[in-house]
């Protein structure tokens, strides 16, 4: 069973700075993607940053120049850098994983609380 641990969420003030970290444990055969998604207090969880495995990388625009996505080569690690923060980023983050180990795995992590004070 794939699980996912986060970590480096937090407490910033505006213009600030925040890495955050995704381990999934396991043996992955394949990683299709690594993703990262956030959900703030009466939204719906959207997508933030997502890298194939591959490498090729996609950003929601809302980060885009701010936020940098990447993954340890032949680790089921996943960062999340979030540069120039903004009280709008406020909100938990998530971490999910497609790939395949024994059988295909979509797995979320529990989620980290990233709150940007203005």
């Known amino acids: 069973q794939v699980q996912l641990v986060e970590s480096g969420g937090g407490l910033v003030q505006a213009g600030g700075s925040l890495r955050l970290s995704c381990a999934a444990s396991g043996t992955f055969l394949s990683i299709n993607a690594m993703a990262w998604y956030r959900q703030a207090p009466g939204k719906q969880r959207e997508l933030v940053a997502i890298?194939?495995?591959?490498?090729?990388?996609t950003y929601a625009n809302s980060v885009k120049g701010r936020f940098t996505i990447s993954r340890d080569s032949g680790a089921s690690t996943a960062y999340l850098q979030m540069d120039s923060l903004k009280p709008e980023d406020t909100a938990v983050y998530y971490c999910?994983?497609?790939?395949?180990?024994?059988?295909?795995?979509?797995?979320w992590g529990q989620g980290t609380q990233v709150t940007v004070s203005s």
């Open positions: 999910n994983v497609r790939g395949t180990t024994l059988r295909y795995v979509d797995a």
């Open positions: 890298i194939t495995g591959s490498g090729s990388t």
